[in-house]
């Protein structure tokens, strides 16, 4: 009889620390296709132009899941489409500084701030984003378009050359007019 007590005993013990262990996980789960639930649904409104909409269920998302990186990101990109740079410029911070290997962000903050006139910090975002990524063939296009605009010509075909080098389709129109511009013909 005392060795049975001491199993159910060690079963029940187990049993509790078992459903202990099992409801985080679930929560966890739960949280994460939550806040992925959202975030598409972001997603799909900023295609149809409902931008609104779309920063709404982003915030939805990083209110379940404060840590999401990519939301941070979508909205981002969501309120720059709105003209609303800083908080853009603020969201791609955030995406950086939870995930600092988001070269993605770092190349749409340069972006963000290549809008805003601001063409040493998007050099910086753009160089930090081919650190990270090598080979983000975007990056390079939109460093080169940043160059250009501080007058860096050499620069600017330094990597319009290695945007083309991986396949990216560089503008023929910023080709003409870094032409024009820099007095070089390639």
């Not at 975030?39 to 915030?59: H, M, T």
């Not at 070269?103 to 290549?114: E, L, P, Q």
């Amino acid at each position: 009889m005392k060795g049975t007590m001491q199993i159910m005993a060690r079963i029940v013990i187990l049993f509790l620390f078992g459903c202990a262990t099992q409801q985080p996980v679930q929560s966890v789960i739960q949280t994460k296709e939550t806040a992925e639930t959202y975030l598409n649904q972001g997603v799909a409104y900023s295609q149809k132009g409902e931008f609104e909409r779309a920063v709404s269920n982003y915030n939805k998302a990083i209110e379940v899941n404060p840590k999401f990186a990519v939301a941070y990101l979508n909205r981002g990109f969501t309120y720059s489409k709105l003209g609303e740079y800083d908080r853009a410029i603020s969201d791609y911070s955030k995406a950086t500084e939870i995930n600092p290997r988001y070269a993605m962000a770092f190349n749409n903050r340069g972006f963000t701030y290549r809008k805003k006139g601001d063409f040493n910090r998007a050099i910086s975002d753009y160089s930090k984003a081919i650190e990270i990524n090598p080979r983000y063939a975007v990056a390079y296009y939109n460093r080169a378009n940043a160059y250009y605009q501080t007058g860096e010509y050499d620069r600017a075909w330094e990597d319009v050359y290695i945007a083309q080098s991986f396949g990216y389709p560089v503008s023929p129109k910023f080709l003409k007019t870094l032409r024009e511009t820099s007095g070089r013909q390639r």
